[in-house]
């Protein structure tokens, strides 16, 4: 066999057989390896450089994420001169089904989240370390850095875009009634109260779908307890039966008790919700932007105000942002690493992130250098408020393990918004607090 | 209740017991009573279809409409431009095909292992019968989420040549999707047929045995043919079942260009840009081939086609 | 393999000649039968055993471990049943709901399945139309079957609430209120319950001969008479096949309520939990286990029960 005929992929393998001292007549692998991947995102078939055959997993499965996908990879291929396969699998299936998919057939490259859902499976050893692509990108601030960044410390992320999670209401609406977007959870609650005595249902909300609640939590908890906080909670260092805890319950608990919310949340799914919104059924809604901008037409997004989550502690003021990020990660048991490393390095590139987003205008670039000037004004806003934070959080389910979050959060806050009394909030923060012992003490690695 | 003797092609050759019999049952019956059931079985129909006409009308109608006006309201605009999109958008003709590679082999393999087998436990005495029905049944009692853990462990640890898996092992091969799918729905085959194939009176097989036929011959030319309102009546379970399946896909498999029809929906239903009338539409298209398989079948064990009555 | 052919019992017509029984010659199997037999029962007999009762036991082992899915298990003893027991609050809800989803259909679903079968079964006008209609739902994907519902019973726009002049930010809320929602479910469950339970029983009142029915018809007996002393008993074992159906069904019903809520808030059932821990990110799959290996232990019931019938029926011959 000569070395001629072997294709990229063959010669990752071999490398990985020889890493593993099986190889050990195979000779000069590495340097042809250099030589394949050493062009990086300009190598455009220059030199001696073979082709490389990268595959892609993703799960952008929506039309538009996925066309703006393929507008990245286009991309890449132009420049590079290799040959990306994208692997598209429906997102939450993608999700389902990410542990086994990491574990035995992965692609070089895999779409994942930021924070503590990466972190977990880095520490779990199923992530290669990319901390050489790292050292090759810039435009991305620490915040960003630190959300790529595993327990150990390394890099294991490349992030393509994030949303912001905010207070959403219509600036026809306040205008015309003469109402202001709130500053303060006083005037939140004022506010609703007045919308309410008006004849319109204050606050849009729903949780069938068992996440959309989780923001609001977030959001009372990093105002009244802080950014650590959250993060501790989240960690399972704090327990769930603080009375720090209890409080945000008790705020989130007032709004129901005044009938403030849109009633039935359990059986509104987060599509209703923005539908209701985007028909001015409901005055204010919490939600990412995404959210809001999909179920409202292109026409009357100039119309969405947004405003940040409400003061609750003058200390904490406004410090923290919900800013989910998505990116990119290289599995451990990716066949051509050196073309994965070179793609994502690519995606790291202000260039990706703008084909990125001329497809996608829902969400907005991470990377400093990238292009602004086709925003609309929903999204500047939206931006704007993410630049303005000092603290950026995941959101629950992306910060903290994923068997608390599915299996106990989502069916607490469901009941937490079935039943909110004083009581009822005492019970429920033990029953979390002893399932969270459970689940915590079992070590992750 | 009149008997119907049409099947002529007899299958065992023997003389009817009671040749082209007709009884004129109805006699008694009242008109009235006869329209007090085709009241009852009108409503029962249109009860049991009403939801499909609401799914099939808001296929019709255009989402931004149907968001602005409830989807129960008087339509202002009906086409047929979601069918076509989802058709396209989600790639129906690759994930059909992809369904039809482990539907066809998974239905027609499940049938035969099952028939086999429960002609095999109450037409010769083979040894552990009992054991081997208790093995059966109770193994299809199971919910099959249990054993997605082990059996994925297992599939990933089973090499198979490069040529013939990319992935080198079970993992992520429509091989051990069908597999698996055999594996599930042979228990469930072969309770029903072996409590079927007791209600089948023995005389009817018997002269063959008698003649001296191979336990194949047995099997092929005298109980596949009386087994056949049961082996219909499963065929078209079967096939719906293994159709509509994501389950084992979705946990066996890694890539999505191999996914099944069920998957189009999936993208569909999890889509962000969710759009309900099309999930309806593409809904209706998933359903027809499960249908077609129905309305094929459907004579095998219906219309008053009675196993007595075919032996006139 | 000492396999010689008999006939079994289980004559169902008594009309029939039974002197021939047990008389008859037995033919020695050839070499030819027992390879086609081994080949073939073997093969069967050995994907069961791997792939399903392997795996079963394999997962009765991993529900005293902790698992993630990544890695090696850890023995943490009976920790995972102590905690489904105590301080899980969804398994209590969730195991009563198997109950009441087993008392729907085997109450309401099955007999109305059996019901319709039984008027469909003859020579009548629409005979095709009433069965594909009833058939009809048993095809659709559960994708879709989760909007449908949505559609029937959402507070906001869904048709019931629309019918009932409630559609005004007053409508009853079938999906969010955890009261309400499970009766919603069952009654979609039974939707798709009576069409499967009609076709398979169908398919069993063919074997029934027909001369039995003419006999009791001549001998001045109702329909109904004729169907419950006469067609009935001798389906025994398609009844038997119908009664495990059932329980199958609502032991292992998981997808509606999937599709519905995500199988919370009210519509708890032992396979979410299955599916929640052991299929989905959370991988907690000893603490799955745990609950596949309760419904294992729920389910033998059922097995043993049908167990007896077997014997008694063997016995009989």
């Known amino acids: 066999m000569t070395q001629s005929l072997l294709t990229p992929s063959q010669l990752s393998r071999r490398s990985l057989l020889r890493g593993a001292a099986l190889g050990a007549g195979v000779v000069t692998v590495p340097g042809l390896l250099a030589a394949c991947s050493g062009g990086g995102g300009s190598s455009g078939g220059s030199g001696g450089a073979k082709q490389q055959n990268i595959t892609f997993g993703s799960n952008y499965s929506d039309p538009t994420p996925m066309k703006a996908l393929q507008a990245v990879v286009d991309g890449y291929t132009k420049k590079s001169g290799n040959t990306v396969k994208v692997n598209t699998v429906a997102h939450n299936d993608y999700q389902t089904n990410i542990t086994r998919y990491l574990q035995a057939n992965p692609d070089d490259v895999a779409a994942w989240f930021a924070g503590y859902r990466m972190q977990f499976f880095a520490q779990k050893g199923y992530l290669e370390d990319i901390s050489d692509v790292w050292s090759g990108l810039n435009g991305f601030t620490d915040a960003l850095k630190a959300a790529s960044t595993g327990a150990d410390g390394k890099q294991y992320f490349v992030p393509i875009y994030n949303y912001t999670w905010a207070l959403f209401y219509r600036k026809s609406t306040f205008q015309q009634k003469g109402y202001q977007p709130p500053k303060n959870w006083d005037d939140y609650i004022a506010l609703a109260k007045k919308i309410k005595a008006d004849g319109g249902v204050p606050i849009g909300f729903s949780d069938q779908d068992g996440w959309p609640a989780m923001g609001t939590f977030d959001y009372i908890n990093m105002r009244k307890n802080g950014y650590q906080f959250h993060v501790d909670l989240m960690a399972g260092k704090q327990s769930w039966e603080d009375q720090k805890v209890k409080d945000v319950f008790g705020l989130w608990a007032s709004l129901f008790d005044q009938g403030l919310y849109q009633p039935g949340a359990n059986g509104r799914t987060w599509e209703q919700a923005g539908t209701s919104f985007a028909k001015k059924e409901v005055a204010m809604v919490v939600f990412g932007t995404p959210h809001v901008a999909l179920q409202t037409p292109q026409a009357d997004h100039a119309d969405i105000g947004i405003t940040p989550f409400p003061i609750i502690d003058e200390a904490n003021g406004t410090d923290s942002v919900e800013a989910p990020i998505d990116g990119f990660m290289l599995p451990k048991k990716a066949k051509n690493k050196e073309g994965g490393k070179d793609l994502l390095k690519y995606i790291g590139t202000p260039d990706a992130e703008n084909a990125y987003l001329k497809v996608d205008n829902s969400n907005i670039a991470v990377n400093s250098n990238a292009d602004t000037s086709g925003y609309e004004q929903l999204q500047k806003d939206s931006a704007a408020l993410a630049a303005s934070a000092k603290h950026i959080s995941q959101y629950l389910d992306r910060d903290t393990r994923p068997d608390f979050a599915q299996t106990v959060v989502i069916k607490a806050f469901q009941s937490f918004i079935d039943k909110h009394s004083k009581s009822d909030i005492d019970a429920l923060c033990k029953s979390m607090q002893d399932q969270a012992k459970a689940i915590f003490s079992q070590p992750v690695s | 209740m009149t008997t119907v003797a049409t099947d002529a092609s007899s299958t065992d050759g023997r003389p009817a017991t009671r040749p082209g019999r007709q009884v004129p049952v109805h006699k008694h019956r009242t008109r009235p009573a006869r329209m007090v059931l085709h009241a009852f079985l009108w409503f029962m129909a249109i009860l049991w279809i009403l939801p499909i006409f609401l799914l099939l009308y808001a296929s019709l109608r255009p989402y931004a409409e149907t968001q602005k006006d409830g989807y129960f309201s008087l339509p202002h605009k009906l086409n047929l431009d979601y069918y076509s999109q989802a058709w396209t958008g989600g790639s129906m003709g690759r994930h059909f095909l992809n369904t039809l590679y482990v539907a066809i082999p998974g239905v027609i393999i499940t049938l035969f292992l099952a028939s086999f087998l429960a002609f095999a436990l109450t037409r010769v005495k083979i040894p552990f019968r009992r054991t081997l029905l208790v093995l059966f049944t109770a193994g299809n009692l199971l919910p099959p989420q249990i054993i997605v853990t082990p059996l994925y462990t297992l599939y990933y640890n089973v090499h198979l040549p490069t040529w013939l898996s990319s992935s080198g092992s079970v993992y992520d091969t429509y091989f051990g999707v069908i597999l698996i799918h055999v594996a599930f729905q042979t228990g469930f085959c072969v309770f029903v047929l072996y409590n079927y194939m007791l209600t089948i009176p023995i005389e009817l097989t018997e002269a063959s045995i008698v003649d001296g036929a191979s336990v194949w011959r047995q099997y092929w030319q005298v109980i596949l043919p009386v087994i056949r309102p049961a082996l219909g009546a499963l065929a078209t379970l079967e096939f719906t079942w293994i159709y509509n399946d994501f389950l084992w896909a979705l946990v066996l498999m890694t890539t999505g260009d191999k996914y099944p029809i069920t998957t189009s929906l999936n993208n569909l239903k999890q889509s962000l840009y969710i759009n309900n009338n099309l999930l309806a539409a593409a809904a209706m298209i998933v359903a027809l081939p499960s249908l077609v398989v129905f309305f094929a079948l459907q004579k095998q064990f219906i219309s008053g086609l009675t196993l007595g009555a075919s032996k006139g | ?317």
């Open chain 3, 1 to 317: 393999m000492v396999a010689t052919p008999v006939p079994t019992a289980e004559t169902t017509a008594p009309r029939t000649p039974a002197v021939r029984r047990g008389r008859r010659r037995r033919r020695r199997l050839e070499t030819r039968d027992i390879i086609v037999l081994s080949v073939v029962v073997g093969l069967t007999v050995i994907i069961d055993l791997a792939l399903i009762w392997g795996t079963s036991i394999a997962s009765i082992f991993l529900s005293f471990t902790a698992y993630e899915g990544i890695g090696t298990p850890r023995y943490v003893g009976t920790t995972n049943y102590h905690n489904l027991f105590t301080i899980d609050p969804t398994f209590w809800p969730a195991f009563e709901h198997n109950v009441l989803w087993l008392a729907f259909l085997g109450l309401v679903a099955t007999p109305l399945g059996l019901l319709m079968a039984v008027l469909l079964d003859r020579q009548l006008r629409f005979s095709r139309f009433y069965q594909s209609s009833l058939y009809l739902p048993v095809t659709l994907s559960f994708a879709v079957v989760g909007f449908l519902v949505q559609l029937v019973g959402s507070a906001d726009q869904g048709v019931i609430n629309a019918i009932l002049g409630r559609t005004h930010g007053n409508g009853i809320d079938f999906i969010g209120n955890p009261h309400l929602n499970i009766w919603l479910a069952l009654a979609f469950a039974g939707w798709r319950h009576t069409g499967y339970v009609m076709i398979i029983y169908l398919a069993g009142l063919k074997s029934v001969d027909p001369a039995l029915k003419e006999a009791a018809i001549v001998d001045g007996a109702s329909p109904v008479q004729t169907f419950f002393r006469v067609v009935f008993p001798t389906m025994r074992p398609i009844n038997v096949i119908i009664l495990v159906i059932t329980v199958i069904e609502a032991l292992r019903a998981f997808d509606l309520v999937y599709v519905i809520n995500g199988g919370r808030n009210g519509l708890e059932l032992l396979a979410v939990m299955v599916v929640d821990n052991i299929i989905g990110e959370a991988s907690r799959i000893g603490y799955g286990s745990a609950v596949a290996v309760i419904l294992l232990i729920l389910t033998t019931g059922f097995v043993i029960t049908y167990l007896t019938q077997i014997l008694r029926r063997e016995e009989s011959r």
